[in-house]
């Protein structure tokens, strides 16, 4: 008998070219979660990178006050831990599928905001974020600025989750997160190569045969991201 209840995702769209002045944007969406997501290019690096003829990607990630069932206090000053958290695991996702030699002495930043928290904004935010830094590289081609496309490798990330009765779902809304026993974030390639793993047991501890499911549920999920992410770039 399959551990796994439910394989799909919920709807998920991308919406680009949301922003004028970004060189990539995109809202995404999966079920009622929103992310507006940009991509800034800068024609320089951080310090530790001048001189060596690499480029940079990194992310900021951050929630409206409205975005969640009661008004949440904007961050003003001092970066709260789960979003320093946060933005760095959307960073270093992004830069795991980049080369950055081919990027040159230039910075792309991805800022995620969040309009609407219906669960997986973080999964969201790395799914979107891949999107918008594509559409950002395409431009950068487009003028000459680049020679070669520095992406290697397509990227998405999806929650999954096991439920109180043992059975697995994919893309879990808040209701479901603050459900389930078990709320696992996988980020992966299209080739089925895994980024990052973070799950945790807030009730039962989750056996190997349902660790199993859970990578077997979020890859099969993972393809219907990957086919959005690659009808809105056309690819």
């Known amino acids: 008998m399959s551990l796994i209840e439910r394989l799909d995702p919920r709807e998920v769209r991308f ?93 792309i930043t991805l800022d995620c905001d969040v309009l609407v928290a219906d669960g997986g904004t973080r999964t969201t935010s790395i799914s979107g974020a891949f999107v918008a830094l594509s559409l950002a590289i ?43 026993g078990t709320d696992m974030n996988i980020v992966m390639t299209s080739s089925g190569r895994f980024v990052e793993i973070q799950g945790t047991a807030e009730e039962e501890p989750f056996t190997k045969d349902q660790l199993a499911a859970l990578l077997e549920c979020a890859e099969s999920a993972l393809k219907v991201v990957f086919t959005a992410q690659n009808k809105v770039l056309n690819v």
């Open 15 to 107: 919406t680009k070219n949301i922003n004028p002045y970004a060189k990539g944007s995109v809202m995404a969406e999966f079920g009622n979660t929103k992310v507006h997501i940009t991509a800034t290019v800068e024609e320089s690096v951080p310090p530790f990178l001048r001189g060596k003829n690499q480029g940079w990607v990194t992310a900021e990630y951050n929630m409206l006050p409205s975005s969640t069932h009661t008004r949440s206090h904007r961050e003003r000053g001092k970066i709260g831990g789960r979003t320093m958290e946060i933005q760095r695991l959307i960073g270093r996702s992004l830069r795991s599928i980049i080369d950055l030699n081919k990027l040159g002495e230039r910075s």
């Open 138 to 180: 395409q431009e950068l081609m487009k003028e000459g600025l680049l020679k070669e496309n520095p992406i290697k490798e397509q990227l998405a990330a999806l929650s999954v989750g096991v439920k109180l009765d043992g059975k697995i779902i994919a893309d879990l809304n808040y209701e479901e997160d603050s459900t389930c």
